[in-house]
């Protein structure tokens, strides 16, 4: 069984940073497409970021060249390390896994992200 645990979030004032971690345990971590989503209350679940197992990563605008995706496949996590965070970056961030070629998606829980002064 494949699982995904978030940890990292919490309370920063605008123009701060944080590191969010994804933990996975039970698969074959250095094969999945891993990614970076997040849902702000009253919005859709958004695609923040994407770090294939090899290859280019991807960001959606709104968040270039500030967030940056990364993965330790020896250990079996994916980071996030956010800066010159904005009061719209706040949100509920969650880790998903995709096995390629495969409809298979694993979720974490979510960790929250607040950013207010």
């Known amino acids: 069984q494949v699982q995904l ?3 990292g979030g919490g309370l920063v004032q605008p123009g701060g940073s944080l590191r969010l971690s994804c933990s996975v345990s039970g698969g074959f971590f ?3 497409v891993m990614r970076w ?3 702000a ?3 859709q679940r958004e695609l923040v970021a994407a770090i294939p197992s090899g290859g280019r ?3 959606v605008d709104s968040v270039k060249g500030r967030f940056t995706i990364s993965r330790d496949n020896a250990k079996a996590t994916m980071y996030l390390q956010m ?3 904005k009061p719209e970056d706040m949100a509920v961030y ?3 896994a995709e096995v390629p070629l495969t409809n298979r998606n694993y979720w974490g ?3 929250q992200v607040t950013v207010s002064s």
């Open 5 to 7: 645990v978030e940890s």
């Open 30 to 32: 250095s094969i999945y």
């Open 37 to 39: 989503y997040r849902q």
């Open 41 to 43: 209350p009253g919005k």
């Open 57 to 59: 990563t991807n960001y």
């Open 83 to 85: 800066n010159s965070l």
């Open 94 to 96: 969650y880790c998903n």
């Open 109 to 111: 829980q979510g960790t």
